[in-house]
Nanobody, 121 residues
Framework: QVQLVESGGGLVQAGGSLRLSCAAS????????MGWYRQAPGRQRELVAV???????NYADSVKGRFTISRDNPKDTVYLQMNSLKPEDTAVYYC???????????????WGQGTQVTVSS
């Protein structure tokens, strides 16, 4: 079982920056991939960015060049640096961790409680 706790959300003006943090209850070096998702009112949850245990990253087209995902293994924390924020970035942001059982290969998905990001125009 992996517990994830997000922090860093808030209210910011368009063009501003925020950094989200996701602290894991276990060593993230053993976690296959960690990512950030977001869900705006009336919309489905969507992938924002993901980072693998090897450091490979992938971003949604809408955030490429503005957001950066990173991981600090000694601190068991993943970050999402968000720059040049737009009103359409307003959403609840969720941290996600994907882990596979060594023997069975079963996939486990873990989610944080979410943190609100609001970008005013």
């Amino acid at each position: 079982q992996v517990q994830l706790v997000e922090s860093g959300g808030g209210l910011v003006q368009a063009g501003g920056s925020l950094r989200l943090s996701c602290a894991a209850s276990t060593s993230i070096s053993s976690i296959t991939a960690m990512g950030w998702y977001r869900q705006a009112p009336g919309r489905q949850r969507e992938l924002v960015a993901v980072i693998s245990s090897g450091g490979s990253t992938n971003y949604a087209d809408s955030v490429k060049g503005r957001f950066t995902i990173s991981r600090d293994n000694p601190k068991d924390t993943v970050y999402l640096q968000m720059n040049s924020l737009k009103p359409e970035d307003t959403a609840v942001y969720y941290c996600n961790a994907v882990q596979y059982a060594v023997i069975s290969g079963r996939k486990y998905d873990y989610w944080g409680q979410g943190t609100q990001v609001t970008v005013s125009s």
